[in-house]
């Protein structure tokens, strides 16, 4: 097993400690997997079948919001404020984003 010593800035190391608390992993244990994933044997880009997932649940969630809004948009507006405060708490919302 080998060592591997990196330096990075510390906006990246607080992005990649809000990823690793977002998985429910240490920063070590998230690195290791990320980087696990990008030396894929079979030479896959590690991000395609996620990206792809993430893209279709995006239009089925902008499909279902529309809807609700038409409806009652206080119910879109109360979901919005719930799915920004669960995506804030796992670390999964830029903090620079909300000011």
């Known amino acids: 097993m080998h060592r591997i010593s990196v330096r990075v800035d510390d906006t990246l190391y607080r992005q990649l400690q809000r990823r690793a608390y977002g998985a429910n992993l240490t920063l070590s244990e998230f690195v290791r997997q990320v980087l696990g994933e990008a030396a894929d044997p079979d030479g896959r880009y590690i991000y395609s079948s996620q990206d792809e997932v993430l893209a279709t649940s995006i239009q089925i969630l902008t499909l279902l919001a529309t809807s609700i809004g038409a409806r009652a948009p ?9 799915a920004r405060a669960i995506l804030g708490e796992r670390g999964l919302l830029d903090p620079e984003q909300d000011r």
């Open 74 to 82: 206080e119910l879109l507006e109360r979901g919005m404020l719930d």
